[in-house]
T-cell receptor, first 113, second 118 residues
Framework: KAGVTQTPRYLIKTRGQQVTLSCSPI?????VSWYQQTPGQGLQFLFE???????NKGNFPGRFSGRQFSNSRSEMNVSTLELGDSALYLC????????????FGPGTRLTVL | AQTVTQSQPEMSVQEAETVTLSCTYD???????LFWYKQPPSRQMILVIR??????QNATENRFSVNFQKAAKSFSLKISDSQLGDTAMYFC???????????????FGKGTHLIIQP
């Protein structure tokens, strides 16, 4: 079974731009969670989607948003990019949120100049 | 809110030795899940082991085992017969289910950088 895939793997943007990251979960997994990893703050939870609905959200500004499609694929969007948004963005999928193990994709490395 | 603490920023051991990574957490919940993930230089986050809080028996996966002390809120990882490929960042993580379904997201510790020396 194929693992979680994320595209693109690397991205360079400038301040003020917006960006969309994509995540395809493991086949059969309906829950997708997003995390931001930075050297200073570590790994932080962004949001979680299940059956096309955002079920939970971390403590991030409204510039960070996401959605999930009927095939469980998910996208996250960051608008008006800031230098501090430079990070590794990790997507994880699970069958049932809250009880099942989350399996991670390889991440998207975003650099904001 | 839950917190996860890993008190060892870095550890270094010789190949074939046994090493224990420590993790403590703070929660008022009784039903939750604990995980150890490893992140090698490739940055791919890989599940090492999982423990359900309601299970008294410690989880094991081949060379990896945990010492889960629920009352002490401690969850240490023991790696036996360490190998060069075990070199990675190791993260302890906590997850609790939300009422009505959904997940609260994983809460991670800051990580322990484990280096296996040849």
């Amino acid at each position: 079974k194929a693992g979680v895939t994320q595209t693109p793997r690397y991205l360079i943007k400038t301040r003020g731009q917006q960006v969309t990251l994509s995540c395809s979960p493991i086949s059969g997994h309906r829950s997708v969670s997003w995390y931001q990893q930075t050297p200073g703050q570590g790994l932080q939870f962004l949001f979680e989607y299940f059956s096309e609905t955002q079920r939970n959200k971390g403590n991030f500004p409204g510039r960070f948003s996401g959605r999930q499609f009927s095939n469980s694929r998910s996208e996250m969007n960051v608008s008006t990019l800031e230098l501090g948004d430079s990070a590794l963005y990790l997507c994880a999928s699970s069958q049932t949120p809250g009880t099942d193990t989350q399996y991670f994709g390889p991440g998207t490395r975003l650099t904001v100049l | 809110a839950q917190t996860v603490t890993q008190s060892q920023p870095e550890m270094s051991v010789q190949e074939a030795e046994t090493v224990t990574l420590s993790c403590t957490y703070d929660t008022s919940e009784s039903n939750y899940y604990l995980f150890w993930y490893k992140q090698p230089p490739s940055r791919q986050m890989i599940l090492v082991i999982r423990q359900e809080a309601y299970k008294q028996q410690n989880a094991t996966e081949n060379r990896f085992s945990v010492n889960f002390q629920k009352a002490a809120k401690s969850f240490s990882l023991k790696i036996s017969d360490s190998q060069l490929g075990d070199t990675a960042m190791y993260f302890c993580a906590f997850m609790k289910p939300l009422p009505g379904g959904g997940a609260d997201g994983l809460t991670f510790g800051k990580g322990t950088h484990l280096i296996i020396q040849p």
